[in-house]
């Protein structure tokens, strides 16, 4: 079983455009993340769920919005896409606990083109 | 404010040598450092972690990695590479607090093993 999995795993679409990007992790974590992969290959982390309530929330165009409706589930929804947004989004989940250090599991990323 | 430093963008090596992958931080708590492992255009997968104890750790595929608290560094090493560890080796540092933890990520050093 795919302990965190991603919807789409590609996405093309124009500017303009609404999409959202699914997520999923069956491993009971508590915690849930949306990362931005650039085309250099830079990590940077975007929002942070526990439990449903957002926790991070970093410096991100409020185009952005992500929605938990459980802790298993972490989706990200983007209005008016634009160029720049073009990239791989990676979502990921941790144990929310301090023993497990902050380890985080990855999604296996959405490649987004933005046309 | 945590920060992750790697220093090589880039490093090529032949199959069998060793390889060094530089990896210094900054923080003003007590951390957690992992390294992760990108294989081209598939998620990140975990190599090792440091959450405390023994100062050197071993993680899959023949990594190891040691943690260096004076020179704030967790250099990541392996004594004979093969074609298959061609990838993108991310350096992380966790910083754990009340509300979870967070993620920051080295800019990521991409290994080319040549025949």
């Known amino acids: 079983d795919t302990a965190v999995s991603q919807t789409p795993k590609y996405l093309v679409t124009q500017m303009g455009n609404d999409k959202s990007i699914k997520c999923e992790q069956n491993l009971g974590h508590d915690t849930m993340y949306w990362y931005k992969q650039d085309s250099k290959k830079f990590l940077k982390i975007m929002f942070s769920?526990?439990?449903?309530?957002?926790?991070i929330n970093e410096t991100v165009p409020n185009r952005f919005s992500p929605k938990s409706p459980d802790k298993a589930h972490l989706n990200l929804h983007i209005n008016s896409l634009e160029l720049g947004d073009s990239a791989v989004y990676f979502c990921?989940?941790?144990?929310?606990?301090?023993?497990?250090?902050?380890?985080?599991?990855f999604g296996p990323g959405t490649r987004l083109t933005v046309t | 404010a945590q920060s992750v430093t790697q220093l090589d963008s880039q490093v090529p090596v032949f199959e069998e040598a060793p390889v060094e992958l530089r990896c210094n931080y900054s923080s003003s708590v007590s951390v957690y450092l992992f390294w992760y492992v990108q294989y081209p255009n598939q998620g990140l997968q975990l190599l090792l972690k440091?959450?405390?104890?023994?100062?050197l750790v071993k993680g899959i595929n023949g990594f190891e990695a040691e943690f260096n608290k004076s020179q704030t560094s967790f250099h990541l090493r392996k004594p004979s590479v093969h074609i298959s560890d061609t990838a993108e080796y991310f350096c992380a540092v966790s910083e754990w607090w009340a509300a979870g933890n967070k993620l920051t990520f080295g800019g990521g050093t991409r290994v080319l093993v040549k025949p």
């Open positions: 769920y526990n439990n449903k309530e957002l926790i």
């Open positions: 440091y959450l405390s104890g023994s100062t």
């Open positions: 990921a989940s941790s144990q929310d606990s301090e023993l497990a250090g902050g380890e985080q599991y």
